[in-house]
């Protein structure tokens, strides 16, 4: 792909927009993905998604910076017909997973493709060299990742779903796209198109009731039962945290760009986390789903009554409590966890596992801590206040979820309250103490007001361990 030379290749004004509708396409791609990452019952299609997605987002931006290169000279970047957002917005209305599947993989990846090829057949080869460059990289992805999805439908289920899927609508719109007014990159996203409560599982799944503590791990250090319990649960944590923080770039396309990059990264590494864990679980013969699945971390933090749905006040208290609250507790549980099974005969991949888990909840509790504060206007109190505001909502919830589960199912919580004194039991009665890890929380921006509170409501300890 070296592209041409002499005044029958396109100007810098061509190029740019040839990498603008490059660029939308990646983008619209990144936010289709975002929205269906929790919809697709498969957990292997999830994890695809959120690759898919961050790989999306990273592409986009190196469209998006190679347009700069070409238009900052003139100030005037290209713009877009408002018929591109329309052939888009097509297949994020997709009725089912297979349809959106084959829509994403078998119509979107082609176009991408072709734009792709069109543009080094185009582009001057001195003067766009760089953008060459970029798509000789980009095409072998493209095409990799386009045979990664359509394997996630059957052969057998292909057919079906092309014949479902209305392949000649979204036709018509791709030869319309450029109808509509021109709008700038960022406007072109949509709105989200629905809402999703509850994260979708595959069938036949145990699922841990509302208000249920589920099953609690005794001594997972040293008992392989219990260790196969916390494995599990962290497993179902990286999955819903995946799925929720998709959800959150996907529910607000104005938030800025780089906003939708952090959470775009994050999805991806809560992949790579779920498949280290399930690397750890399988060679301790541990199957997911084998325990009560949980999915309390996405239908517990989606929603909350004193926020308007989709406002950004929503989206504040999502980010307070699951990144900027629970992130911080990873932060402190998962550096002592590696310091005591470092110790310990048979842990030392875990240990392995945990540590790089660590480097990534460093960042990802910064992402929540910049992007509330960004909501906040950038002030530290409002932020520990509003902290606080949506923690208490929040463990008032949780207390009445508790109390309905108790009065319902009597017998199961007598059962959780015995597992509770086994824990007790195995801890030789002492309250347990989770050492603050300072140094993690200041590399993650948490400044002694943050500090401060955690160790107020009593979830971390400044004083060592014996």
Not at 383 to 396: N, P
Request: glycine share 8%; proline share 5%; aromatic share 8%.
């Amino acid at each position: 792909m070296i592209g041409r030379r002499g005044s029958s290749t396109w100007s810098p004004a061509q190029a740019a927009s040839s990498l603008a509708g490059l660029a939308f396409l990646e983008r619209a791609l990144a936010h289709i993905l975002a929205g269906w990452a929790v919809k697709m019952p498969a957990f292997e299609a999830k994890l695809l998604f959120a690759t898919q997605m961050h790989r999306a987002m990273e592409r986009a931006t190196q469209w998006r910076s190679r347009i700069h290169g070409l238009c900052h000279a003139v100030a005037v970047e290209p713009r877009l017909p408002k018929g591109w957002q329309a052939a888009l917005k097509h297949i994020d209305a997709s009725p089912d997973p297979e349809i959106l599947v084959m829509a994403v993989h078998g119509m979107l990846y082609p176009r991408l493709i072709e734009m792709c090829e069109a543009h080094a057949r185009g582009a001057d080869a001195d003067g766009d060299r760089a953008s060459l460059e970029l798509i000789a990289s980009v095409l072998p992805a493209l095409r990799a990742e386009r045979r990664c999805g359509l394997s996630l439908v059957p052969w057998s289920k292909r057919a079906r779903a092309k014949a479902r899927m209305g392949g000649g609508t979204f036709d018509g719109l791709w030869t319309a796209r450029q109808n509509g007014e021109p709008l700038p990159l960022e406007q072109l996203l949509w709105e989200p198109l629905d809402r999703v409560p509850a994260a979708v599982r595959p069938k036949g799944l145990r699922f841990s009731p509302s208000g249920s503590l589920g099953l609690l791990p005794a001594d997972p250090l040293h008992n392989a039962s219990d260790l196969a319990i916390l494995l599990h649960k962290e497993l179902d944590e990286e999955f819903t945290t995946l799925e929720f923080m998709a959800r959150n770039s996907y529910e607000h396309p104005s938030m800025p760009w780089n906003f939708h990059r952090d959470i775009a990264r994050q999805a991806f590494d809560e992949g790579r986390h779920a498949r280290m864990i399930g690397r750890l679980m399988q060679a301790r013969g541990v199957r997911h789903g084998q325990f009560e699945i949980s999915t309390a971390s996405y239908d517990g933090l989606y929603e909350f009554e004193p926020c308007q749905t989709g406002s950004r006040k929503e989206l504040l208290w999502r980010m307070l409590i699951r990144q900027t609250f629970m992130e911080g507790l990873a932060i402190d549980h998962l550096a002592f966890d590696i310091q005591r099974r470092k110790k310990l005969a048979g842990q030392s991949d875990i240990a392995q596992v945990f540590e790089y888990i660590l480097r990534d909840e460093v960042f990802h509790a910064q992402s929540g801590l910049r992007w509330s504060r960004e909501l906040l206007g950038s002030d530290r109190a409002p932020l520990v206040e509003a902290r606080r505001e949506a923690f208490d909502y929040f463990t008032s919830r949780a207390e009445a979820a508790r109390e309905r589960f108790v009065m319902e199912n009597p017998d199961a919580a007598m059962a959780e309250l015995a597992a509770i004194e086994a824990v007790k039991a195995a801890r030789g009665s002492k309250r347990p103490e989770t050492p603050l890890n300072r140094i993690g929380r200041k590399q993650a921006g948490y400044g002694d007001d943050d500090i401060d509170q955690i160790v107020a409501w009593g979830f971390a300890s400044e004083k060592p361990r014996d």
